[in-house]
């Protein structure tokens, strides 16, 4: 088993990654000695084909389980969700003692942290993420949220869980596009912070898009040492280290919002697109070199994500741009590249290079 801790002070946790893990879960989850009884939060797909194992798991290290079956999709982060899973999970509880289990992607994850974020004010909570996303991205760090009708996670919070419990064998049973949406955040890692790693993603891409186990849990475990580093230095995005994080994220947002979340594309299409976009804008500030800015490409060409976008409007994706709700004090934080491996933040670009940069990715 891989261990990461994600250091924290008082609230550090551990990453536990291992193919299979998910067998051991309860006897993980009841060595922290958190709760008697765990409530898991997840969805009827997922159920189908990890709540079984899961709750065996619970069994066997003498806990009791109950499941909350939420929407398969973002609806799953409504006001209205959140409050009809807190009256079931204060209806299971009755002084118990009990953990939350987020069993899924990141829309159980951010559903369930802000669940037990909130309940008896802040009970334990532990994360079992069963997309490529959610293992390298959304179950690390804290954020947990649900939605609002005119914006995503605009009602959240900053909630660790006690332990992150990583199974790369659940991801087998994920479609390639689901793959994909992770992949786009796993370059960005590679981008933003790890040359090396970017390397190691190109050699290693067919071998990765093929499921070879020792790959997946490399790039994975890496990932989640990267994230955890990053969380570690700057928890709260007080000190604006954490938003490196949000590389090719500011116009991949703008066209999520400009598509309105529209199945057509996911999130880690739009990251990808926003990726290039971003190497755009480098290249018109001659931050940047038109070989890094191509090797790039290639590799989101490489493992079948898009570099441009079709059937939007142009003023759609300027104004959601413009109305971003990561705007500090005014201003806009752009994370640009100067190298793989170096980004920096900068809050001045001008409208006519966003724009540019904007325009060229349009089909
Ligand atoms: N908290 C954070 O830091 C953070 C970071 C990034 C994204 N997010 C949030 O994460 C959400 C997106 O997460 P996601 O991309 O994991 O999507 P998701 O949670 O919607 O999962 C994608 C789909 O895969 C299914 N699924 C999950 N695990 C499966 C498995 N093992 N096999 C087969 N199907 C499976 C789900 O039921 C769903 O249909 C968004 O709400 C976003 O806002 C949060
Ligand atoms: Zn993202």
Avoid at 177 to 182: C, P, Y
Avoid at 329 to 348: A, E, F, T
Wanted: charged share 25%; hydrophobic share 45%; glycine share 8%.
């Amino acid at each position: 088993m891989k261990k990461i801790k994600v250091n924290l002070g008082e609230k550090s946790y551990s990453i536990c990654i291992q193919n299979g893990i998910l067998s051991s879960a309860g006897r993980i989850i009841k060595s922290l000695h958190i709760a008697k009884a765990c409530y898991i939060i997840t969805n009827k797909k997922i159920k189908s084909l990890y709540g079984d194992k899961l709750s065996r798991s619970i069994s066997a290290a003498g806990m009791d389980a109950a499941f909350c079956i939420v929407p398969d999709s973002e609806r799953a982060k409504s006001h209205l969700s959140w409050f009809k899973v807190l009256e079931n999970l204060a209806r299971f509880d009755k002084g118990k003692g009990v953990c939350v289990i987020a069993l899924g992607g990141g829309v159980v994850g951010d559903l369930a942290g802000f669940v037990a974020s909130t309940y008896r004010r802040g009970v334990a909570f532990v994360q079992i993420p069963t997309t490529l996303l959610a293992q390298v991205d959304s179950a690390i760090g804290g954020k947990v949220a649900i939605d609002m009708d005119f914006a995503k996670n605009l009602v959240g919070a900053f909630y660790q869980p006690k332990v992150v419990i990583t199974d790369i064998s659940t991801i087998k049973s994920l479609p390639k596009r689901q793959i994909r949406n992770g992949l786009a955040e796993i370059i960005k890692y590679g981008v933003i912070l790890d040359k090396k790693f970017f390397s190691y993603l190109e050699k290693n891409v067919s071998k990765i898009m093929n499921f070879n186990r020792i790959c997946i849990e490399d790039m994975v475990t890496c990932c989640s040492k990267l994230k955890a580093e990053v969380v570690a230095a700057d928890e709260h995005e007080k000190l604006g280290y954490r938003s490196i994080l949000n590389f090719g994220h500011t116009i991949g947002h703008a066209i999520e919002t400009a598509s309105a979340y529209k199945k057509s594309i996911n999130h880690g299409e739009a990251v990808a697109i926003g990726m290039v976009a971003a190497f755009d804008i480098s290249l018109m500030l001659k931050m940047t070199k038109h070989s890094i800015a191509q090797r790039v490409e290639g590799l989101i060409k490489q493992v079948g994500l898009p570099v441009s976008v079709s059937g939007l409007g142009l003023k759609d994706v300027l104004n959601a741009i413009a109305f971003d709700k990561k705007i500090v004090k005014g201003k806009r934080r752009w994370v640009l590249p100067i190298d793989i491996g170096h980004v920096v933040v900068c809050d001045k670009v001008p409208q006519d290079i966003i724009k540019a940069a904007v325009l060229k990715r349009f089909n």
